[in-house]
């Protein structure tokens, strides 16, 4: 099973700041994901990520919200102006990248959690 | 569109008894069905997956799942559970072109000593 990392696992901002979450895939991956989890509901598909562009993205996904694969390795989430609702748990996912195609599932990372005061 | 409910929001169970968690879904296309696990304070972890052939799918933790295309289910199923299984279970849906995976809003499984 491949290996996601996340950093920071928590992060506090203000109201109207900006935030970036990082997630960290060990090994080679194909799609890139992001989910939220506000505390108490369901998981909610934000974006997914392939080839340095975005292939499908939620209606919560809007202006306020962008990724990015800057260095190749890194694939980050950069929400502009947070809002109080914005607090959540947000994963990261891939799909391994296995004999040069994709494949059917998702890995999920442990998370970050994102308090906005 | 896919859709997944999830019809038990909690399961209390007593240690060592069976349980089964309740999971249907919506769809006009061909799906793969997933579950995940998660623990408290913790990530989403795969349980595991249906995504063609056998209709009954063995997991990891002596969990398995069936499905059953008829009655657009995926229930899971475990013949013995322990305390340590107590955590928040997402039954999930993605079409078969898998850009997206859609989750249930999940059934939280509490075993009692």
Known sequence: ?117 | AQSVTQLDSQVPVFEEAPVELRCNYSSSVSVYLFWYVQYPNQGLQLLLKYLSGSTLVKGINGFEAEFNKSQTSFHLRKPSVHISDTAEYFCAVSDTGGFKTIFGAGTRLFVKA
């Not at chain 1, 109201?15 to 080679?28: A, D, H, K, T, Y």
């Open chain 1, 1 to 117: 099973e491949p290996e996601v990392t996340q950093t920071p696992s928590h992060q506090v901002t203000q109201m109207g700041q900006e935030v970036i979450l990082r997630c960290v895939p060990i090994s080679n991956h194909l799609y890139f994901y992001w989910y939220r989890q506000i505390l108490g509901q369901k998981v909610e598909f934000l974006v997914s990520f392939y080839n340095n562009e975005i292939s499908e993205k939620s209606e919560i996904f809007d202006d306020q919200f962008s990724v990015e694969r800057p260095d190749g390795s890194n694939f980050t989430l950069k929400i502009r102006s947070t809002k109080l609702e914005d607090s959540a748990m947000y994963f990261c996912a891939v799909t391994p990248l296995t004999g040069g195609r994709g494949t059917d599932t998702q890995y999920f990372g442990p998370g970050t959690r994102l308090t906005v005061l």
